[in-house]
Nanobody, 124 residues
């Protein structure tokens, strides 16, 4: 059974940084793309970033381009989201997800497994 466990959320002032991590277990991590999504109160879950199986291709939501960086370590079975220059509008629960295939996907329905989420709060 696949398990995804996120760490790294918390409170930060605007302009600050946080690094999220997501440890995966249960199937061959290096065979699947990994994504980060977020959900703010009263809003739908939205795509943030995705990385392909090998880590050589990434794709971001426009609002986080240049501020967030997704990466993965296929030895440690872990995906990361480095978040810099954080803004209050980045406040949300952040979820990592494991895709059903190796290529990048931006819709929630393309992901089979989800973590429990980690809260990120950015103050102004």
């Amino acid at each position: 059974q696949v398990q995804l466990v996120e760490h790294g959320g918390g409170f930060v002032q605007g302009g600050g940084s946080l690094r999220l991590s997501c440890a995966a277990s249960g199937r061959t991590f290096s065979s699947y793309a990994m994504g980060w999504f977020r959900q703010a109160p009263g809003k739908e879950r939205e795509f943030v970033a995705v990385i392909n199986w090998s880590g050589d291709y990434t794709y971001y939501q426009d609002s986080v381009k240049g501020r967030f960086t997704i990466s993965r370590d296929n030895v440690k079975n872990t995906v990361y989201l480095q978040m810099n220059s954080l803004k209050p509008e980045d406040t949300a629960i952040y979820y990592c997800a494991e895709s059903r295939n190796a290529g990048v996907q931006v819709t929630t329905r393309a992901y089979d497994y989800w973590g429990q989420g980690t809260q990120v709060n950015v103050s102004s």
